[in-house]
């Protein structure tokens, strides 16, 4: 059998993040992935991922996104591919939205850079965005978008090169759980690891309870959606990134990119499902373009143009929304990162170096105490 310091069940986003990490400071690391990442079936795919650094989710974030932030310049630089793009990201909502006060304590803490403007401002800027009165926004300007295929490419490449040995196609179907050791199991072959890190985003849920940890993970089924959209207006040169907090939804997009149109999801609602069982077709629920487009006609009429393309993709939410990233709390070399919640892509960068660490040294440089699985 062959035998690895670390085996990562789960080589996506913060997966392929962590399995680089490690490799990079000498640690013997197998990457077991039932596809072949960056791929469709996970959460990780669609283009893009906004990066926002003043962060409406909670400021106890803004540390951990910053060194994020640090480590994607970090992976450009050594990889020599562009990942982000400086698009700015407005948050709008309404005047007292919790949301946007959030932004603006987490700017104001961290010394950040943020405009607040009026709606009116807000359309003379860009006028493609109508706000109604009682609405305003924040604009981050150094914030933006990160290329999420390209950053797990990036992540995979570095590894490899470091001595990680990455297996696609294989999919984990057990684990059996030593006191100073992990059997892993997979359709053809079983691996020995001193530690583990289960990364395996919506397939968390059912992995992490043949341990014994039945945690509230959910994973949910989201659509996203590109309309033709006036490039005057809403190309990436010109236009933001956005999240919208409306009073009963939240709405999340991205400007046209060389002639993409405009990418927009729908943050809240959701089905809940089985990943091995999920419909994948865009469109199978009239939600998955109505509400999209009802947003678009109402605040950005410009690019309610006609939908050229649509995805299907998955959150893992949890009950607070708040992640996952923990050790096993009777297994100290098992490490789990879980329960994103549809935020998590911008982190995976910081979030697998916490992992890598939690493994190698038993704790990691950044406070991971909101992030406890022993709070469920
Ligand atoms: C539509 C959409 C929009 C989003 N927008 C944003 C955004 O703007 N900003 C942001 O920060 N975040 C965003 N997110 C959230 C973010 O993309 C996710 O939080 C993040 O990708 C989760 O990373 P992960 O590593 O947990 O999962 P994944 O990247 O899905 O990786 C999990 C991996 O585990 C593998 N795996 C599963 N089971 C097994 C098994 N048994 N054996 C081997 N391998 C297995 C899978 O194949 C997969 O490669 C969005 C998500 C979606 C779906």
Redesign the pocket.
């Known amino acids: 059998m062959e035998s690895f310091d670390v085996i990562i069940?789960?080589?996506?986003?913060?997966?392929m993040a962590a399995g680089y990490d490690l490799a990079k400071k000498g640690v013997r690391t197998l990457l077991?992935?039932?596809?072949d990442?960056p791929?469709t079936?996970?959460?990780?795919h669609?283009d893009?991922?906004?990066?926002r650094y003043a962060y409406g989710e909670g400021v106890q974030y803004v540390p951990l996104v910053l060194r994020a932030k640090e480590l994607w310049k970090e992976l450009e630089d050594l990889t020599g591919v562009p990942l982000f793009a400086q698009t700015g990201v407005l948050s709008a909502g309404p005047v007292g939205c919790q949301f946007l006060q959030e932004v603006q304590g987490s700017a104001q803490q961290f010394s950040l850079p943020l405009e607040v403007l009026q709606a009116q401002e807000v359309h003379e800027r860009w006028p493609g965005i109508t706000l109604p009165e009682d609405f305003y926004a924040c604009l981050e300007p150094d914030s933006g978008v990160?290329y999420?295929e390209a950053c797990?490419r990036a992540y995979r490449k570095l590894a490899i090169q470091h001595g990680a040995v990455l297996r696609t196609h294989?999919?984990?179907?057990g684990l059996q759980v030593e006191p100073n050791h992990v059997i892993v199991q997979?359709e053809n072959a079983s691996y020995r690891g001193a530690k583990v890190l289960v990364?395996?985003?919506?397939?968390?849920p059912s992995?992490l309870q043949s341990l014994g940890l039945h945690l509230p993970l959910v994973p949910t089924r989201?659509?996203?959606a590109w309309f033709e959209a006036d490039e005057d207006l809403y190309q990436s040169a010109k236009f933001p990134?956005f999240v919208f907090t409306l009073r009963d939804s939240m709405f999340?997009g991205f400007p046209s990119f060389d002639g993409s149109g405009v990418k927009i999801?729908r943050h809240d609602a959701g089905q809940p499902i089985d990943?091995d069982q999920l419909d994948r077709t865009f469109g199978t629920f009239s939600s998955d373009e109505g509400d999209v487009r009802s947003f678009l006609e109402s605040y950005m009429p410009q690019a309610a143009g006609r939908l050229t393309q649509g995805?299907v993709?998955?959150?893992?939410m949890t009950p607070d929304e708040h992640f996952v990233i923990d050790r096993h709390p009777e297994h100290e070399h098992v490490v789990t990162?879980?329960g994103?919640?549809?935020?998590?892509?911008?982190?995976?960068s910081a979030v697998g170096e916490a992992a890598s660490q939690l493994l190698t040294d038993g704790k990691a440089s950044h406070n991971l105490s909101m992030f406890s699985l022993l709070r469920f």
């Not at 077991?32 to 596809?35: G, I, P, R, T, V």
């Not at 994103?340 to 995976?348: E, L, V």
């Open positions: 069940v789960g080589a996506g986003s913060v997966g077991l992935d039932a596809y990442p791929h079936m996970g959460s990780h669609g893009t991922r906004i990066i990160l999420s797990i294989t999919r984990v179907t997979t990364s395996a985003g919506a397939w968390n992995i989201k659509t996203v990134a999340y999801g990943p995805k993709c998955i959150y893992t990162t879980a994103f919640s549809g935020h998590g892509f911008k982190f995976a």
